[in-house]
């Protein structure tokens, strides 16, 4: 069968390598790819963007696509499972109506206020006097959200009343974040350990997958700007069988059930960024409805079971039949980045050192392209280099050996990802 992927980050490599080793694959599209799956054997990049879901109809029907696994949040929030369902086509991911628990963080808080789901106290603004005077009167620190899709960068934890406020301005006055921050949402900081929770899920049946932890902040101890992610680690530190159970129960089960009720019925990864508290209970940072970047990789890496036989059986709504087998070794993926990120950053600097990783460590690309024969930067977040490990110091170590022997003009990285686990 022919597999298509759609996007071009470090995530949609990750699932173009694990669905070219499942059974009865012939060929992996990826749509429109980068540097990695262009080089890598059984992929075939298709010069699509991810956003032109037309184009991607067409040429799912035009190549017989048999699966479509959307990477990306932004297809699925303009309604690529809507499209390609109309069509007859196989495709994993949420409709556009359930695609709002990540499109709209307002839409989220409201929802999970709504099903009595645990999570921040809040309140939504687009008139920047009101935001003033909440933000005058509620307890520091604070946590200022655009409410739209910012790439994972649209948040600030702001640690004094004039950090809260020049984030607020800078969303609604400013538009630093074009229309996703024409509404924000101001919430409480909660504190503790964070908790990544995918699941796959069928409108009714959930699979839970591996848990995984990611590093948001940009520098080391988890400070300096919020990014998209500068690596993960799976298990998860503190990853126990009643903190699962406890998730499951107040969470992922009531979510899935409340968008039933309200209509949109939810199908597709649901990715739950938790915040876990001293005590063990958990409330809900955010949620996403496609696979996590950069946790996939690590995730994947310790995937035993065929992918596209659990996609195709969600779509069936028959995840009830399946179970997930996992690695017992831990997975850490490091994200190599461009010098400047999150802001500014140079693109067509020339790679090096990636044919020297060992063959063991799986080096992910995400902001690459081929330019005159060579891999160079066309991104961000550049790479994900993730390796496995019989614990969480021979991951570490492994990762960041591979690391050490890639280079280019300005790159950094955080060299403590997984510091909570070591």
């Known amino acids: ?13 990750a699932l173009a390598w694990k669905a070219s080793t499942c ?14 799956t262009e080089r890598a054997a059984g992929m075939e990049n298709v010069p699509i963007a991810a956003d032109n879901i037309e184009a991607l109809r067409d040429f799912a029907k035009n190549r017989q696509i048999a699966l479509t696994i959307v990477g990306p949040e932004v297809p699925l929030v303009a309604g690529i499972v809507d499209t390609f369902q109309r069509a007859g086509l196989r495709i994993f991911g949420p409709t556009a109506g359930a695609a709002q628990l990540e499109g709209s963080k307002s839409f989220c808080k409201d929802f999970l206020k709504r099903h009595h789901i645990p999570t921040a106290g809040y309140e939504v603004f687009t008139d920047i006097a009101k935001a003033r005077e909440y933000i005058a009167t509620h307890p520091l620190p604070m946590v200022v959200k ?14 004094s009343t004039e950090e809260a406020i020049n984030a607020t301005e800078q969303m609604l006055h400013e538009h630093r974040f074009g229309d996703a921050g024409n509404t924000v949402v101001i919430e409480e900081f909660l504190e503790g350990e964070e908790l990544s929770y995918i699941c796959m899920v069928d409108g009714e049946n959930i699979l839970p997958l591996a848990t995984s932890q990611d590093h948001k902040a940009r520098d080391e101890g988890d400070t300096g700007p919020n990014t998209g992610g500068m690596g993960a680690y799976s298990p998860a530190n503190g990853d126990t069988p009643a903190l699962q159970q406890h998730v499951m129960e107040e ?16 199908s597709g990864f649901l990715y739950a960024g ?11 940072l955010e949620f996403n409805v496609r696979f996590g970047d950069p946790e996939t990789q690590p995730i994947l890496m310790r995937l035993e079971s065929d992918l596209v036989t659990l996609c195709n059986a969600a779509i069936d709504g028959k995840l009830d ?5 996992w690695s017992k070794q831990t997975a850490i993926g490091v994200v190599l980045a461009a010098g400047g990120y999150p802001d500014a950053y140079t693109s067509g600097d020339v790679i090096d ?17 081929i330019q005159g024969g060579d891999v160079v930067t066309a991104g961000g977040r550049v790479l994900c280099v993730t390796a496995l490990g019989d614990n969480i110091r ?16 300005g790159v950094f990285c955080r060299r403590d990802i997984g510091h909570r686990a070591l």
């Open 251 to 266: 969470i992922i089960k009531p979510t899935v059930a409340g968008m039933n009720a309200d209509g949109n019925r939810f």
């Open 1 to 13: 069968m022919n597999i298509l992927i759609v996007g071009g980050g470090g995530r949609e490599h």
């Open 146 to 159: 655009a409410d739209g899709l910012a790439a994972g960068k649209g948040v600030v934890i702001a640690q």
């Open 321 to 325: 039949q399946q179970s997930a087998q």
């Open 23 to 36: 059974d009865n694959v012939a060929a992996v599209f990826v749509a429109p790819g980068n540097a990695g």
């Open 394 to 409: 021979d991951a570490h170590s492994s990762a960041y050996k591979a690391v050490d022997k890639i280079s280019w003009e």
């Open 274 to 284: 938790l915040m876990i508290s001293a005590d063990g209970n958990a409330k809900v």
């Open 353 to 369: 050192g990636i044919d020297a990783v060992d063959p063991s460590v799986q080096v992910f690309h995400a902001g690459t392209k």
